[in-house]
């Protein structure tokens, strides 16, 4: 009996020594993928694409408003950029409003690399700038859809000289179809990727805490 006992104290350690490094294991792979993803934002899905991609359109939409305005006459042809304008001003103010919550604290001295604090801190960084990405991949994607069909508008017009088809209405909604179905799924595979890495941290984080 006493033999019996003694064993399964024995596997009841065992068990415990295999969780803890099963714990510590966990947590250094959390570490390397938030390192892996934080890396990975910033070489293949860096900030400056989707800010080029969002001044590039302002800019020729500037320039085919100005065109038009000249050729047609009328300021209502500057409306839509205006409200393009106003729309990037607002989206920016989100973005600052969202960075300031993307603080971090550091590895302390007395700290070890793979410390529960300092991965779980890691990892709410990561996810942070993870919302931070997909705010403004999703800036720039609505950008294209409410306002790039009214740029293939203006093109078409100044095109034909005319309104497309000869009805305002009809050329509007041809313009829509065109030009927002097609941007609705341009940014899409960022997007799940980025919601890919965002699910997988959770994942881990939630087998930790069941583990730990």
Known sequence: MQ????YQEYVRKLKQAQLSDSSDQLLKQMS???DYM?????T???TQRYTSLMWYFIGAFTLVSFISFFKFGGFI?????SLSILYIIYNRHQNIQLSKSNSFDRLKDDEAINSIRYVEGKVNHVRKGIEMK???ILQVKYLYILFFPLMLFFIGE???GKFPFNNFWIALIIALMMGSVVWKYIFDDDLEELDQFDNSLIGDLEIYRQRA
């Open 158 to 160: 100044l095109i034909l």
């Open 32 to 34: 390397d993928k938030a």
């Open 77 to 81: 042809r500057f409306l839509p950029l």
């Open 3 to 6: 033999r019996q006992d003694q």
């Open 44 to 46: 293949r899905l860096p």
């Open 134 to 136: 997909c705010h403004r």
């Open 38 to 42: 934080l890396h990975y934002m910033k």
